[in-house]
């Protein structure tokens, strides 16, 4: 069952808020209700933003606009306005638990998520309510996202940027030969005939972009085989001289293949056995040319997609469907079929499959008796809690296309490219400001974004150090001798798509001691004065001390424990990830409160410390890079009198 459905299914008209409404208020609702009840979400929005404007604190409008940026947007302002609504009303909509769930779940709070799905089966529907599975898919999706999230693959999600998305719908990327050329489609308002569908999006085109010579992307050019309808791009192959693509019809929408003619395209013509009265979605031929996976609905009483294949005999025609063998088709949708060369790994989009939420992409590979292995999520941050689709692969080999709605995006859905990135060799020297070299003494390296235990490297006699490092990550350097910390430092490690490469630094030290003595000294004539712990960094979600923490909550101890009339505020920071502001505020208070429960544990009245958290509201560094991030994942102190 398509997602589409299913909302519909959950009886999306609201009950009022019983907040009187003036008569102005009241038509902006109706004009706006008659688009958002056919999950018409961009054209219903500017109703309830209008009315937002003359009644700011109305609930039903606030509500209603959540749900809207939830559908198109925004998750973050979806969040910001859903729980702005609740908080005025509980009541303006009766399936509140149901959205404040999917708001959560989209923005990564998932026990939150979890929690109102909950309440929402148990309380709100009735026992034989056929919507308890849609309920427990949602459930199981949260715990599947926790785990997931958990254990993140080394892997860069790049947007294709302006050129290619708009704040439009792009989906279904096909990448030519020589990774030169890449076909998508795309709901802009330029489509042939500019026509809006049902959904309030326009009729799907085709269009293509070319790379230029710096590796930056056309702009884009409308396909001269789109129609009036829903054209959507499937698959090149037989080295680019053949081209699939979806038309959709009055049935649901068919598989058809064109030949290329010099420049142009031939007038695509139906494909083979495959397409039937009902919906077809995709299809991929496989490198031999002798069988086609393809999605349609056709063979499932529910409506949902399965993926099927059909083989070619020796008179060049295609077969009846069968059905694949193993674990790949669920009770949900299946489809964006895409097999490698040798034909044994399957990549496909499924809403079941232990979803992270909406479509997500696994694989699947065949053994010798042509079963299918139980499908493998690609994990997090390829899969998010929504809609993550159409694999493709680029000809490296290494790196694939795929099409997402996620924060950070142009606007529904965009064209993403996921590249690996790989450990380097980070080394170099230590050396005194004068130049000499520093024997034997300790690199500490704390990777910023994560609970790793710190990792220590001697120097050598030459003062030189080598260790492997994961790059795209932020790291805390410590230079100690013994018990002294001669230097601190933090910097990221960009990104590395290629193997075996090396990151160089070499550390200028001043050599002399930098112990807990000396806090006193650092701090003198900075009473009422932020001040930020130098080395007090935390890894993403996370408020926990760690022991290069610690020792610095020590040096703040014994100034303390010897000033005992000083009191100290503690403050709290969140880096921004796009998303999650409630979460933030919560986790920066735990930070602080963390470093406010280790002082007391170390005999500091509790009188003398209050501490707070400010969420990503006062970043000190810009949240563009992994070590902006990492520097905003902080806490800072002020010292009263």
């Known amino acids: 069952m398509t997602k589409t459905k299913i909302l519909l299914l959950l009886s999306i008209a609201l009950s009022t808020s ?24 961009r054209n219903a929005l500017p109703f ?81 309510d056929s919507r308890h599975l849609h309920l427990d898919d949602l459930i199981n999706q949260t715990q ?39 076909m998508y489609t795309s709901r802009r308002e330029t489509v042939t005939g500019g026509k809006e569908d049902n959904d309030g999006e326009y009729f799907e085109d085709i269009f293509v972009c070319k790379k230029g010579p710096e590796g930056e992307w056309s702009k884009p050019e409308i396909l001269h085989l ?90 060049g025609h295609w077969s009846h469907p069968h059905t694949l063998q193993g674990g790949v088709n669920s009770d949900m949708d299946e489809m964006a079929p895409y097999v490698t060369k040798d034909g044994k790994t399957l990549y496909f989009s499924s809403r079941g499959n232990k979803s992270m939420g909406g479509y997500d992409i696994f694989k699947s590979v065949k053994d010798a008796n042509n079963h299918w292995s139980e499908p493998e999520n690609l994990g997090y941050p390829i899969n998010t809690p929504d809609d993550d689709v159409y694999f493709y692969q680029s000809p490296n080999g290494i790196s694939f296309f795929m099409a997402s709605y996620r924060e950070g995006g142009l606007g529904e859905k965009d064209i993403y490219e996921v590249s690996p990135f790989y450990a380097v060799t980070f080394k170099g020297q230590v050396i005194s400001k004068e130049g000499t070299p520093l024997a034997n003494v300790k690199v500490e390296i704390i990777n910023a974004n994560t609970k790793e235990a710190a990792l220590v490297v001697n120097t050598n006699s030459n003062g030189a150090y080598e260790t492997k490092l994961k790059s ?91 000033n005992p009339k000083v009191k100290l505020e503690i403050y709290g920071h969140a880096d921004k990830a796009g998303e999650r502001e409630s979460v933030n505020e919560l986790l920066s208070e735990r930070r602080a409160m963390s470093a406010a429960f280790y002082l007391i544990q170390g005999g500091i009245k509790a009188s003398r410390i209050k501490y707070v958290g400010y969420g990503s509201k006062q970043p000190m560094s810009e949240n563009n890079s992994p070590l902006g991030m990492a520097q905003n994942r902080r806490i800072e102190f002020k010292l009263i009198p």
């Open 18 to 41: 019983g907040i009187a409404q003036n008569s102005s208020i009241q038509q902006l609702l109706k004009e706006g209700d008659d688009y958002y009840q056919q999950e018409m979400y």
């Open 48 to 128: 309830y933003e209008k009315g937002l404007e003359t009644e700011p604190e109305n609930a039903e409008l606030l509500f209603k606009a959540g749900v809207c940026y939830l559908n198109r947007y925004s998750k973050e302002k979806a969040l910001s306005l859903i729980l702005k609504a609740y908080n005025k009303d509980s009541t303006a909509d009766k399936h509140m638990h149901y959205w404040l769930g999917r708001v959560y779940h989209e923005n990564y709070a998932f026990d939150k998520a979890f929690l109102n799905y909950s309440f929402y089966k148990k309380e709100v529907l009735g026992s034989k």
């Open 144 to 182: 599947n996202a926790k785990k997931l999230i958990q254990t993140p693959k080394d892997v860069i999600v790049k947007n294709l940027g302006s050129n290619v998305n708009s704040t439009y719908s792009e989906h279904s990327p096909v990448i030519s030969s020589d990774g030169n050329m890449i």
């Open 226 to 315: 789109n129609t009036h309808g829903h054209d959507a791009s499937v698959q090149l192959f037989e080295n680019d001289q053949k081209l699939l693509i979806y038309r959709g019809d009055k049935g649901g929408g068919d598989i058809y293949i064109s030949t290329k003619e010099g420049e142009n395209w031939s007038e695509p013509l139906k494909f083979g056995n495959i397409n039937t009265k009902d919906f077809e979605a995709d299809a991929f031929v496989t490198q031999d040319g002798n069988r086609v996976y393809y999605a349609t609905n056709f063979h499932k009483k529910e409506g949902d997609l399965d993926i099927h294949y059909s083989e070619k005999n020796h008179h």
């Open 472 to 562: 795209n990550n932020s790291y805390s350097i410590n230079i100690l001798k013994q018990t002294d910390t001669l230097y601190r430092e933090q910097f990221e490690i960009p990104a590395s798509t290629v193997e075996n490469s090396s990151f160089n630094k070499i550390f200028n030290v001043d050599y002399k001691t930098l112990n807990d003595t000396n806090f006193v000294k650092s701090v003198e004539g900075l009473e009422n004065t932020t001040i930020s712990f130098k080395n007090i960094y935390f890894p993403t979600g996370k408020f926990e001390l760690n022991a290069n923490s610690k020792a610095e909550m020590n040096a703040i101890k014994t100034y303390l424990s010897e």
